[in-house]
């Protein structure tokens, strides 16, 4: 078995031995990104459907480009355009694909736990491409790949997460995964946006952006919605920018080599102002470059595995 | 039970034979390049490269092939693969490349090594330098520079052990193969 | 033709009697409750025996908290479904809730049901006609007609009464016909989207909470207003351990106020939702270790009077979905007395108390004379043997639904047979 699991659905079924092999593939695979012709024959004939409930461009893309890197078919599949909107259940939609023989269901769903149900129906190894609230693990897995790169060792590192932890799957997951690999995470933002059961995940909690990130390695910001406003979570944005916007003065007290990131998409001048997001210290365009590595890594790991068990 | 068929001096007559071999051939280092397929075929390919510049006062350009990503058996969960990094950071065009293995057997590798080659760009040619070929070859493919052929029975099993990988230097073979 | 169940162990709370006894029936009636041995069988013709050796025969169970789903969701449960079901854990009486399609807030409707249960059923139906019409909580229902056509009480459940007033206005207008309003104790605007209890593991799944607290400010609202109003209040599936503390206070200050509890949430944590069980989303939902332990104290100390099943069957289509698109509820008529047995075991209750608790006390509360072995009484008894061992296998269940998270739960207790007015309707398997 070349992971523990059959399936990538959480960040928490992940061992630290998981981790470093999918953060240690990936680094291979950074490589072939940069050649003249970007694929390889790995996963030739292999089938990759990306069935995504909820809209994306960047994480579906990533994932369609990690596939067909690595020369597999990949196949997307919408919410808008799949069946579920006529009233068929997302199993029935999942056994009807998977009587199609696919090799890997990349899924992306509304509901926490839709992967999940998904993989208890179906026998191909299901990706978890963001769930709900729930986890997003393969972003998780980029950042790690993204700080580990500029840092070298992700043991001993703090990183500060900013932003709308109670609805954010990549804070989950990224709590998950830090703390696996021995980060001290700090969780930064307005109670109403962070559950007081956060401190039972083992995180600090802070709402005082400046004091919190004062000896971090790392800051990780969140985007933040206009509609948590009117579920009365926010007051305005305008005062949430006040308190938790990463600006250049918010970070007057904060390391020189701090490392930035964010998930994206990110909504400039609100939760990241301009000048930050295009400073030395941000990341953002390498982790979208490490996202396709971490999802090659991915496919080539779980297929790997697959076929080492012939009948 | 096993059996030394080269020792660390074989080892370094060959390799040093097969640097003037591969000189002549090319009619010296000016447009060569060597290439070793991990894991034993890079410490060759250093190994030759060190000769030449002694022979030739001239660097070649050398890189590292993993043939992890090509090979034909991957999904077929024969062996775990662990991926390394491939580095070939110099141009293939115009360039007559050597790739460098410890064993040729049935093929297969430089079938795989070859395809992973030509994703990097066209070479002028691409010639084949081996320490030991051991033959029973399933695909149609020969090298050129052989440091010795040794026939062998197929279920045998040749090991070179090399001193950058295994802290000695020297060929065996396994009698009895599990 | 007469019935004599002889040789069990009678546990009759509402007479007193706890020991070995024979029962004869006769023409649907109890006829005699005889100490064992003292029936003289041969002078009497034509009579036909049970034995119930090594078991305890008591009233039929009563449950005061059932959804059959019939008018409207027949492929959920049909009253002769949910009945058969009923009659296999050991009930001979049920009350019906009313959100049915369509509701049951007028005498068409509560008609319809009992002339369905007289068709097909095998138990006692008694419905439960609701307080707002259409469970709409806008306008009161006609409470006087329900009762007059044969509801036992009034109840929105599924639904909390969120209007204030209105709630107040029903509290008043059914003491009119000495019936309890029944609430589901739940301030929406704090449960909005909510799938399961606020908590660690809501956190973790990233599923959005029901806090507790939602149900600890309605069930303190609604005893605000019980001291203004009289009436009489009964707190349905009580699942909070606030909320326990609220009624006890409440009672201790003699106000008319009951509640009753489901087996699940005396024995079902918010930990079995992970995993994204749906088997484990109902509401109230499942709360925490702490709750469990004060819902214990509350049946200890006689604060909870009663345990109702909130049967709520759901077919598969409805509970094999997304967490968040699931239905709330599970089955619970054939469970709820291993699962009572697990109280016992623990020492909460004794095995008097928990017959008290499933007869004399709901039939109490609801006015039913019925959960009592009394001489002249309808025939209505259940005969299991608390030693039998088994596993709970959901499709074993006479219900048409099959959602319980109890599959595979090792239990004891086992319904050996179930008599509806000297009838029997449930004999198990192999007997």
Redesign the interface.
Known sequence: M?LSNQNILST?ELTKQDIEQIL??A???K??ST???K?????RG?TIINLFFEPSTRTRTSFEIAGKR?SADVINISGSSSSTTKGE???DTARNLEAMNPDILVVR?K????P??LSKFVDSPIINAG?????HPSQALLDLLTIRSQKGELEGLKVAIVGDIRHS?VA?SNIQAMQTMGIKVCVVGPPPLI?V??K??GVEVSHNLREAIKDVDVVMVLRIQLERQKQGLLSSLREYSNYFCLTQESLDKARNDILIIHPGPVNRGIEISLDVMESKHSLILNQVTNGVAIRMALF?LL??EK????N | MQSTLLNAKDISRAISRISHEILERNQGAGNIALVGIRTRGVALSQRLRDKIKDIESLTVDHGVLDITLYRDDLTQGLQKPELKKTEILFGLENKHIVLCDDVLFTGRTIRAAIDALMDFGRPTSVQLAVLIDRGHRELPIRPDYVGKNIPTAKSKRIQVLLNEEDGEDKVVIQEHSN | MQTLIKDGHVIDPANKIDGSFDILINNGKIEAVLPKGKSSIGKIKDVKIIDAKDCVVAPGFCDMHVHFREPGHEYKETIETGSASAAAGGFSTVAVMPNTFPVNDNRSVTELIFSQAKKTSLVNIFPIGAITNGLKGETLSDMGELKESGCIGYSDDGKPVMNSELMRRALEYSRMFDLPCIQHSEILDLTLGGCMNEGIVSTELGLKGMPVEAEDIMVFRDICLLRKTGGRLHVAHISSGGAVDLVRQAKAKGLPVTCEVAPHHFTLTEEACRNYDTNAKMSPPLRTHKDIEMIKEGLRDGTIDIIATDHAPHDLADKQVEFDNACFGIVGLETALPLTFKLIDEKVITLQKAIDLLTQQPCRIFNLDKGTLGVGKDADIVVFNPNTKYIIDPQNFKSRSKNSPYKGWKVRGKVIHTFVAGNSVYSAPNI
Do not use: M, Q, W
């Not at chain 1, 694929?39 to 996963?43: A, F, G």
């Not at chain 1, 769930?131 to 986890?135: K, L, R, V, W």
């Not at chain 1, 076929?307 to 012939?310: L, Q, S």
């Open positions: 070349l928490k240690d593939t680094d291979s695979f490589e072939i050649r003249v012709i694929k390889v024959p790995t996963l292999k690595l259940s997302l199993i769903h509901y926490s736990g839709a999940a149900l769930d709900g609230s729930h986890e799957r989950r559950p059961e956060f039972y995940l080539y297929l790997g076929n080492a068990n012939p």
